[in-house]
Structures are given as C-alpha cells and as structure tokens.
C-alpha cells in the first residue's frame, strides 16, 4: 500500500479552509483539490462521493474539535467557571477562529444549497455549543431558561463578531465580542 501524500487531519483542515471562504456552492473541485495539495482523481480516492462527502467529513471533524476543545472544557466541574469561560474563549479566539481572520465554517454552510443538505448537521453542531455555554451557565449559577438564553447569546455574539470584522477588515469587533461574552457571565 502506497503511504498517503497528506495527513488526514492537515487534509480535513485544508479542506475546511477552502469551504470557511467558498461555502459550499462556491467551492470547486479544483480549489479544494488544490488545498488538500492532491489531484482530482486522488480527492476523489479519499472521497468517492465528491464535494458532499468532502464537506460531511469536515464537518464532522469540526464537531468532533468543538466537543473535544469547547464542549469538554465548559462542561469540566472541576475547574472554576470563570477559568473554563476564559479559557474557552482563548480557544475560539486563537485556534478556531484566528483572533477573528476566519470565518465560521458553519456559517459559510449555512447558505445556498448547504442549509439543505447540511442543515442537521449544522443545526447538531450548534446545538453542541449551545449545550456547553448552558452548563457553564448553570455552574455560574443562573436558571436553567437564563444559561439557555445566554449561551444562545454567545453564537449570536460570535457570529457577529466575526462578520462585522470580516466585514471591516479589523479583527476588532471580534475582539469585542469575546471581551462581551466574558462580562455576559461574570456577575456584579
């Protein structure tokens, strides 16, 4: 058997890169060949099933990276609150999202044709977040319906953050938008 030319986790992420720019209906075989530094018949070898089963597997290692990364640290009683939401927040910010240069692979999903052949997908990935900032919610001793509302807040918060500094070209309302979230859970 002939050793692979790429990692599988570098290729995942290079492919990832391609669909956080493009979105689904906006990414070629050829740009995703590309940055997975493959030909097309070689992509097509790892992935039979072509740009949707391309997508399905990035998509499942970035829920698999949030559950492992996000998930597991908010929902880890043994360190402090506080800790765990400036640590999570150190995450999104340097390793998921590059301090605000990377678009949400979720939102760049979400558009066109995506919604409709990822929308479970998406929607399961969200919920996964969802679910973290309600449990560090509730160890931060708010209501079950307040935590809930909070971590709902936070998505809404992030992703907005990211696209108003996509949209500027200042990673600075990213920024803000971390600083905001932290003092969303901080009590007076």
Known sequence: MRPKKIEDKKLILNLMSVLRKKGYEGSSLNQLAQAANLNKA????RFPGGKKEITD???????????EHIYNLL????????????EALKIIS???????HE???????????GQGLFGNKIKGSMTTWIDAFTLLGLDFDYSKEEAAEKAVEVLVHIQGGLV????LGSVAPFKAVLEAI???YLKD
Do not use: N, Q
Request: aromatic content about 8%; proline content about 4%.
């Open 182 to 184: 932290e003092k969303l």
């Open 94 to 100: 340097e390793d998921l999202y590059d301090h605000g």
């Open 75 to 86: 929902s880890d009683s043994s360190i402090p609150p506080k800790d765990r939401l400036r």
């Open 164 to 167: 108003v500094s996509e949209s």
């Open 42 to 45: 070689s992509l097509y070898h």
């Open 57 to 67: 597997a990035v998509l499942d290692f970035a829920e698999e990276w949030v559950k």
């Open 103 to 113: 678009m949400c692979l979720l939102r760049a999903l979400s558009m066109d044709a």
